[in-house]
């Protein structure tokens, strides 16, 4: 699969994942779910976990691969944020939906870990 394919997979395991974890954290308002899930799906969050990911190392190398290249995939450019916080965000849902299609076990560590729940 192409890893533009693998991010847009990447993308629902990942909304999915947040919505439930934001559930289970027992907010019950419809706004107060949206306004706080963009602390974790909004591309300018997306980057800055990607590159919390990366400075503290919890990435094998071959996870940092795919990260590259769903990040250099061509892609359509996004009108709400510039272009390198959106292709790091592009290959953060590209290694989570190779994860969550190879070796689902890591993709819920990985997410897990970003919520918190490690």
């Known amino acids: 699969m192409e890893s533009l394919v693998y991010a847009y ?11 439930n974890f934001l559930i289970n954290k027992g907010i019950a308002k419809v ?7 963009l602390n974790y799906v909004s591309a300018t969050s997306q980057r800055r976990i990607l590159e919390e990911l990366i400075n503290r190392q919890i990435l ?3 996870e940092i691969l795919i ?5 250099n995939a061509s892609s359509h450019r996004s009108k709400t944020t510039d272009i390198i916080t959106y292709k790091k965000a592009t290959g953060l849902e590209a290694l989570i939906g190779t ?6 076990e890591r993709c819920n560590e990985l997410l897990n870990y970003i919520t918190g729940e490690l």
Request: hydrophobic share 30%.
């Open 31 to 37: 706004k107060d779910l949206a306004r706080e899930s």
């Open 99 to 104: 994860l969550y299609k190879n070796n689902i």
């Open 9 to 19: 997979l990447g993308d629902a395991v990942y909304e999915l994942h947040i919505r």
């Open 67 to 71: 990260v590259n290249r769903g990040r």
């Open 60 to 62: 094998s190398e071959e």
